[in-house]
């Protein structure tokens, strides 16, 4: 996960997939050290100048294929920063991204479905 600039209730939300309730290790979902050992992006937050180059060398370092997953509409829109002079703009006009997962923030359940999709592990779309 990067964060590019989150109010951090996004970041809140994420971290709630680790926890007993959630527990997204026994779907094979869990956070790596290094984007080397990474197959997915997870962007919150709305990107900032700051934070481009660094969210760019986390692309580029993890190996592919890969996927981008951004969380929350800060990423997706820029959210109620949008406009703002330090707000690059969406997290898709910096990288390709696969899914875009809505809220202020997502809720957990939001997050495993995009993490989910992004694999093509996702049991809505077999249903779509
Ligand atoms: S999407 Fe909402 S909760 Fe998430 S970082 Fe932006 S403002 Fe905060």
């Given at each position: 996960?990067?964060?590019?600039?989150?109010?951090n209730?996004?970041?809140?939300?994420?971290?709630?997939?680790?926890?007993?309730?959630?527990?997204?290790?026994?779907?094979?979902?869990?956070?790596?050290?290094?984007?080397?050992?990474?197959?997915?992006?997870?962007?919150?937050?709305?990107?900032?100048a700051?934070?481009?180059?660094?969210?760019?060398?986390?692309?580029?370092?993890?190996?592919?294929?890969?996927?981008?997953?951004?969380a929350?509409?800060?990423?997706?829109?820029?959210?109620?920063?949008?406009?703002?002079?330090?707000?690059?703009?969406?997290?898709?006009?910096?990288?390709?991204?696969?899914?875009?997962?809505?809220?202020?923030?997502?809720?957990?359940?939001?997050?495993?479905?995009?993490?989910?999709?992004?694999?093509?592990?996702?049991?809505?779309?077999?249903?779509?």
């Amino acid at each position: 996960m990067v964060d590019v600039g989150s109010c951090n209730s996004c970041n809140l939300e994420v971290l709630a997939l680790a926890n007993p309730f959630y527990d997204t290790t026994r779907l094979g979902v869990f956070f790596t050290n290094s984007p080397r050992h990474a197959d997915v992006l997870l962007v919150v937050g709305v990107p900032t100048a700051e934070m481009r180059e660094p969210l760019l060398r986390a692309f580029e370092a993890i190996p592919g294929p890969k996927a981008v997953v951004a969380a929350g509409v800060c990423p997706i829109s820029g959210g109620v920063f949008a406009g703002n002079p330090g707000v690059l703009g969406p997290v898709g006009d910096i990288l390709p991204v696969d899914v875009f997962i809505p809220g202020c923030p997502p809720t957990p359940v939001n997050l495993i479905d995009g993490l989910l999709r992004a694999a093509g592990r996702s049991r809505s779309e077999e249903d779509a």
